[in-house]
């Protein structure tokens, strides 16, 4: 289970996060949505633990993974290596390599992928490791529309294989309808959580159409 | 990619036969016992390396540069890493780094002679301290360089520290060790000469500390060609090709 409890988080004296209070349960995809800018990413990063000057607790599992906005591979080492250095048994790595459709390239240096590769090898990374948490930051902005639809419906393949509690942070409603079981939307100076949306049930993880009218009335 | 090379390499050959030709020929038309020409240099190589004193004095100067050699990367690698990594033990320290950066080296090693004795470990200290500072100089930048976002990766997936100083930070600064490298052993097979003559009674700066009393300039050039021959197999046999296994990820 994850517990955030943030008081105050601020940068300089200007204060960009204020009391934002929410949990995340195993097996639980969570969205956090929200317009550019509004502080989604500083809050992910609190949680990764990556900036801990900031006023609150939060509290949550030992294993956790990350793909950030850009891939963040080590790019002198191969793909396989860039999963086995971040603690991936070798045998998962295959597996998840071969998932991704990246199998043929292993051996690759990361250096020498497409953007569109590596970022797949970013998030084949993020799932190799069996984390009990899984933060995503963007991971699909700057693929194109047929390129995030089947990075998404990989993601959630490997999801269901092994179910763990998903924390997506994401501009899109849209995306955050297609994936998430409950979106916080995140909003004002300093942000706080200005809406929680459950989404139901019947259109939870279908993707496409259902989702994308969800999101419409969303907005409306 | 023959065709350049192999011609780069013969304009090389033929530039450095015309540099030796015209050494020959100056000498034999100077006629004078201190501007000897490149055959009476090779005579006094000949007889130098058969008496075996080249050789052993040869040796003793490079197990010097490579004892200080070591010294200086390793202990410069460790300051400038750290001082780049920390920004108040650079502040701390900025001003004794470049206060040894600008300390000459005949300064340096009239000091620790005067401090610590005509030693051995007097003569490596001297070496060591003149290229330390360029070292951590260098390394300080290259660690001011590295990437913020891979640390930020290798802590969230929680690299061990010697998983993140292999994988992470090392292939970082191998293109700094190198240049450190690089300029180190330049500015070491400078200094050794002069710290051998000032205080060992042997080596090659020792030896030509003698020929000089002597005005033996065919001795002097003997040893010089003998010593640049030795660096330059170092530089194009040792260091290019561990630069070249070591950066060839970037292709």
Known sequence: MLRVDVREKSFAARVVLADIRFELPPGEILALAGPSGCGKSTLLRLIAGLDRGFIGRIAGPARVAMAFQEPRLLPWRSVRDNLLLAGAPPAVAAEMLGELGLAEAAEVPADRLSLGMARRVALARALAVAPDLLLLDEPFVSLDAAGAARARALLLAAWRARPCAVLLVTHDLTEAAALADRILVLAGSPAGIAEQIVVPEAIRRHGGEAAARFAMSLRA | ?251
């Open chain 2, 1 to 251: 990619m023959a065709g350049p090379v192999g011609a780069g390499a013969r304009t090389r050959l033929i530039s450095l036969a015309v540099l030796l030709a015209l050494w020959e020929a100056a000498g034999q038309i100077a006629h004078s016992r201190v501007a000897p020409p490149l055959s009476k240099v090779l005579v006094v190589l000949a007889r130098e390396t058969a008496s075996g004193a080249l050789l052993e004095n040869l040796g003793v100067t490079l197990w010097r540069i490579a004892a200080s050699f070591v010294l200086s990367m390793v202990l410069g690698a460790a300051l400038g890493i750290a001082m780049g990594r920390r920004p108040g033990l650079d502040r701390a320290l900025d001003v004794w780094l470049t206060g040894l950066l600008n300390l000459p080296a005949l300064v340096v090693t009239v000091l620790l002679y005067v401090w610590f004795g005509l030693t051995e470990a007097a003569a490596i200290a001297a070496v060591t301290l003149n290229k330390l500072p360029t070292t951590a100089v260098t390394l300080r930048e290259g660690a001011r360089a590295l990437d913020p976002q891979l640390l930020e990766m290798a802590s969230v997936f929680r690299f061990s520290r010697g998983r993140v100083l292999g994988h992470v930070v090392l292939p970082q600064l191998a293109p700094y060790f190198f240049a450190a490298a690089r300029s180190g052993l330049a500015l070491i097979w400078k200094v050794v000469l002069v710290v051998e003559l000032l205080g060992r009674s042997s080596g090659v700066g020792f030896q030509i500390e003698v020929y000089f009393q002597e005005f033996d300039v065919a001795g002097i050039l003997a040893y010089t060609l003998a010593f640049a021959v030795v660096v330059l197999a170092l530089e194009w046999g040792v260091l290019q090709p561990l630069e070249r296994r070591a950066l060839a990820w970037r292709r």
